[in-house]
């Protein structure tokens, strides 16, 4: 069953192109407060984001496939030219890691190597939604990754993660990719966008 996407460039960072398959929240609206005095809304969320919190929060696996659908559905339109996919390292550990569960599904959809090995994470950092000023997230990810230059060095990457919020991870990804990697380009792709 395929879902409905909405496709939505996303732009002004240091990959060659990207986007997000839809945006994660349609709408949400204030409906008052409850018996505690705390606000409530009623929220309204995209097909894709519906999917991934279920497969985040619900621990739901049976979306893995529906999202890598949808992702491998928009990589054939919109074409990067990619050697690999390279998933966002997890910032929480879990028991299945969504962002990799669907890289894999759709490295393997595409017949596309998954290079776990081309970015790996060496300092534990804060979830970065806990921070909200983009300076003190720039430097809590100082230092946070290394990359393999045998498996990026001249290579045409696609980043993959899950939401796309401020675009400091994938920012600090990138440079490091590009910089240290020496990747000839990243191409960037989320499953959705505030």
Wanted: proline share 6%; hydrophobic share 35%.
């Amino acid at each position: 069953m395929s879902i409905d996407i909405n496709p939505k460039r996303l732009q002004g960072g240091p990959w060659s192109d990207g986007y997000a398959l839809h945006i994660h929240t349609l709408s949400s609206t204030f409906i008052g407060h409850d018996q505690y005095g705390h606000a409530r809304f009623e929220t309204v969320i995209s097909p894709v984001g519906e999917l991934l919190y279920k497969l985040k929060y619900r621990h739901d696996q049976t979306t893995v496939d529906q999202l890598a659908e949808a992702a491998e559905s928009f990589l054939k339109t919109w074409r990067p030219p990619i050697d690999a996919i390279v998933p966002v390292p997890p910032s929480v550990a879990r028991t299945h890691q969504p962002v990799i569960s669907v890289a894999t599904a759709i490295a393997e959809r595409l017949k596309v190597p998954l290079c776990t090995d081309c970015l790996t994470k060496v300092k534990q950092t804060p979830q970065l939604k806990d921070i909200t000023e983009y300076d003190k997230r720039m430097e809590a990810l100082k230092d946070a990754f290394t990359v393999s230059l045998e498996h990026t060095t001249g290579k045409s990457l696609l980043l993959f993660d899950d939401l796309y919020g401020s675009g400091a991870t994938v920012r600090h990804i990138i440079e490091v990719l590009k910089n240290h990697g020496r990747a000839k380009a990243v191409y960037l792709l989320t499953l959705t966008t505030r």
